[in-house]
């Protein structure tokens, strides 16, 4: 049986930064900073992305999904991470 597709996001590949170059006009905003940083050099699910957003707050702050998946369209609007469908993972270990 097929696993039920999950959007994976990931720092985008083509070069971009959150800091740009001086052609670059990039405004973040500090939940897009943030999750950017959660994202740098790893490919994470919608809900491991709550998850690292949680652990890194140490509880005090939560992500919902209706702002995560926003913030996300943005960022890949701005070419700063990109987005596929992938396989669930699997809960077995």
């Known amino acids: 049986m097929l696993d039920k597709l999950a959007p994976s996001v ?6 971009s930064s959150a800091t740009g170059s001086a052609d670059d006009d990039i405004t973040l905003s500090k939940l897009e900073e943030e999750l950017l940083s959660l994202l740098v050099g790893r490919e994470l699910y919608g809900l491991q992305i709550t998850q690292a957003f949680e652990q890194v707050s140490r509880g ?16 890949e609007e701005k070419g700063l991470v990109s987005s596929r469908m992938a396989d669930r993972p699997s809960d077995d270990k």
């Open 60 to 75: 005090k702050r939560k992500l919902s999904i209706g702002t995560l998946y926003p913030t996300l369209s943005r960022l």
């Open 10 to 15: 990931s720092p985008a590949e083509n070069g």
